[in-house]
């Protein structure tokens, strides 16, 4: 079965700055891999995802993300960050293979961006 | 727009009550999928479905009903087993799972239901 580890319950960070929220997984077939937002009160949001391909991926809002399989991370990135990133951000794995359907997700990382 | 539609955004329990909570989705995905979401555990899974008429429990199902009589509905019940009901609750739809291109579409989510208990 795969799991899902964010080193980070919280993140706080200054406006403009750098920076990175950890994402570890376990699996013992390949996988694919996610990130989404959740702003409060709301749903979840796709930022990105990396299905197979440049391990390096972009996706909405200037973030990316980082596919290492010996490492077995998935690190999202942002250059630059904006009050607005203040949200809480999810990994999340998929199992390929025929018949996996389910998102195993992380616990979850509070990103707090300082003005 | 096509979009995953929950209702209501917040919801209300007494003591030996069962409540229902609603999941519309007009994106015509057929699987559909039911979560809680507590401070700090992340989201976990209750049922999911990934055709009309058939669901299956997911890591959490205890205390909880699902239906799918329709593609675009899947109603979750909280029934009075479940003991500790106060969580956000979401639900969430993709393209059919399977072998072929569609199937590593990410799944969609609708904006929650807040439970709470009177």
């Known amino acids: 079965a795969q799991s899902v580890t964010q080193l980070d319950s919280q993140v706080p960070v200054f406006e403009e700055a750098p920076v990175e929220l950890r994402c570890n997984y376990s699996s013992s077939v390949s996988v694919y891999l996610f990130w989404y937002v959740q702003y409060p009160n709301q749903g979840l949001q796709l930022l990105l995802k990396?299905?197979?391909?440049?391990?390096l991926v972009k996706g909405i809002n200037g973030f990316e993300a980082e596919f290492n399989k010996s490492q077995t991370s998935f690190h999202l990135r942002k250059p630059s960050v904006h009050i607005s990133d203040t949200a809480e951000y999810f990994c999340?794995?998929?199992?390929?293979?025929?018949?996996?359907?389910?998102?195993?997700f992380g616990k979850g990382t509070k990103l707090s961006v300082i003005p | 727009d096509g979009g995953i539609t929950q209702s209501p955004k917040y919801l209300f329990r007494k003591e030996g009550q069962n409540v229902t909570l609603s999941c519309e989705q007009n994106l015509n995905h057929d699987a559909m999928y039911w979560y809680r979401q507590d401070p700090g555990q992340g989201l976990r899974l209750i049922y999911y479905s990934q055709i009309v008429n058939d669901f299956q429990k997911g890591d959490i199902a205890e205390g909880y009903s699902v239906s799918r009589e329709k593609k675009e509905s899947f109603p979750l019940t909280v029934t009075s087993a479940q003991k500790n009901p106060t969580a956000f609750y979401l639900c969430?739809?993709?393209?059919?799972?399977?072998?072929?291109?569609?199937?590593?579409?990410?799944?969609?989510f609708g904006d929650g239901t807040r439970l709470s208990i009177l």
């Open positions: 999340a794995v998929r199992t390929s293979g025929a018949g996996s359907y389910q998102l195993t």
């Open positions: 990396y299905l197979s391909g440049s391990t």
């Open positions: 969430a739809s993709s393209p059919k799972e399977g072998p072929g291109p569609r199937s590593n579409q990410p799944q969609h």
